[in-house]
């Protein structure tokens, strides 16, 4: 697995080593989705497509993530994968393109009720490769 997730109360924390940003933004996204969905089978019926924007690199790594949250509570999608095409830096900031796929599901569903909530913290940092870390608190 390339990446691991600790457990410890209602506390969770996800580390992730990769020797490509690209690879270190999806490998932190996926553990996210396997936050959000478990165990569960999720078909890949709807796309959402993510481009965001930040100054930093930090920055960038924590709105990708508020963005997986977002658009998944905002569109009812149980995300099950992602896809990054590009992280670009342009002028001053980082620029992120990528994909989400699931399956749509209500509100309604039990499924939500097990989401964590959005990131206390979310940190990646390049030092012999990049370093991402994610720090959630669960319901």
Known sequence: M????????????????????????????????HLLSGDKAVHEQEKAEIVIQAATLHELYRA?????????????ILFSDLSIFVIEKTGKDFVLTGSAVGERIPKSDPRY?????????????EKNGFTCDIHVKTP
Do not use: N
């Open 2 to 33: 390339p990446y691991e997730i600790t457990r410890e109360g209602k506390s969770v924390h996800i580390a992730v080593t990769a020797k490509e940003m690209k690879q270190a933004f999806l490998d932190g996204g996926r553990a996210f989705l």
């Open 113 to 125: 009720a097990s989401f964590p909530v959005p990131p206390i913290k979310a940190t990646c940092v």
């Open 64 to 76: 990708w993530l508020d963005e997986i949250m977002l658009q998944s509570s905002a569109r009812e």
